[in-house]
């Protein structure tokens, strides 16, 4: 995906946000942080762009945005269940926020299973306004293409949001 085509979907996603009076908050594992940033090489993102934590471990996810062990054990760290935990728990302590995105997925080359192949990818959107969604993905390519398909999908989502 060019970089040029996320850089446009960034600008619509903080305009969209703008017009609407939201503020995003991210949190983000196989991503990396790529969300956030790419949405913050944007001047003026400070106005929309709330934050992002990068949860890559389960330790994580449970202590800094409340995902219940329990979800872990029954799902794992790659399901939308999670997914929805880490936006529903990223938002209810960010007071500023309206909006959240989170991803979790399998970015490869390796961890992947039978039942969680390399390209699932998660994605969970909590907005104050409306109840939680959350969707699962098949993404192909090497890890960076499984990567940009995320962040691309995940402000397609705010988007529409």
Do not use: W
Not at 11 to 31: F, K, N, P, Y
Not at 75 to 81: D, N, P
Not at 91 to 99: Q, S
């Amino acid at each position: 995906m060019p970089d040029n085509e996320l850089r446009t979907l960034a600008e619509q996603v903080l305009e969209h946000l703008c017009r609407t009076g939201r503020r995003l908050i991210t949190v983000e594992s196989c991503t990396g942080g790529l969300i956030s940033a790419t949405l913050s090489d944007i001047p003026g993102s400070s106005d929309v762009l709330e934050g992002g934590f990068v949860t890559y471990s389960n330790a994580l996810k449970m202590s800094a945005v409340g995902v219940p062990e329990a979800i872990l054990a029954q799902y794992g760290a790659v399901s939308i269940q999670t997914a929805e935990a880490m936006a529903n728990g990223v938002l209810l302590n960010a007071r500023d926020a309206d909006v959240a995105i989170s991803v979790t997925g399998i970015a490869g080359p390796g961890g992947g299973s039978a039942l969680k192949p390399v390209g699932t990818v998660c994605f969970g959107l909590a907005v104050r306004t409306a109840p939680t969604t959350s969707m699962q993905c098949h993404f192909t390519g090497d890890r960076a293409a499984i990567r940009a398909q995320s962040v691309h999908h995940a402000l397609q989502m705010v988007l529409r949001a």
